[in-house]
Nanobody, 123 residues
Framework: VQLQASGGGLVQPGGSLRLSCAAS????????TGWFRQAPGKEREWVSC????????YYIDSVKGRFTISRDTAKSTVYLQMNSLKPEDTAVYYC?????????????????WGQGTLVTVSS
């Protein structure tokens, strides 16, 4: 199992970025996949998750209406579209795979993790 996150960068407040998580070694559509983030000096924080099977999506309150998680099974990739970015969104973002189809906010339930991609929101 491998997860490869990409798409981070420097963006001005109010801007957009799309993160990608390329998955290999498992059937992406069968398992829940989530995004976490970790800001400097802070604990890792769950951001969003998409179920395996029927793709229901979940978000932390602070990103609802601004972030959208989606899945392209043909490309075996999960995306996190981030709009209206704020300085407080600055963090290293990680994608991770659950060992179940249902989502969770608890990092200990995620079995496999990709390397992080840095998102910096600053003017």
């Amino acid at each position: 199992v491998q997860l490869q996150a990409s798409g981070g960068g420097l963006v001005q407040p109010g801007g957009s970025l799309r993160l990608s998580c390329a998955a290999s070694g498992f059937a992406l559509e069968r398992y829940a996949t989530g995004w976490f983030r970790q800001a400097p000096g802070k604990e890792r924080e769950w951001v969003s998750c998409i179920n395996g099977g029927v793709p229901r999506t979940y978000y932390i309150d602070s990103v609802k209406g601004r972030f959208t998680i989606s899945r392209d099974t043909a490309k075996s990739t999960v995306y996190l579209q981030m709009n209206s970015l704020k300085p407080e969104d600055t963090a290293v973002y990680y994608c991770a795979k659950l060992f179940t189809a249902g989502c969770s906010t608890q990092p200990e339930r995620y079995r496999d993790w990709g390397q992080g991609t840095l998102v910096t929101v600053s003017s």
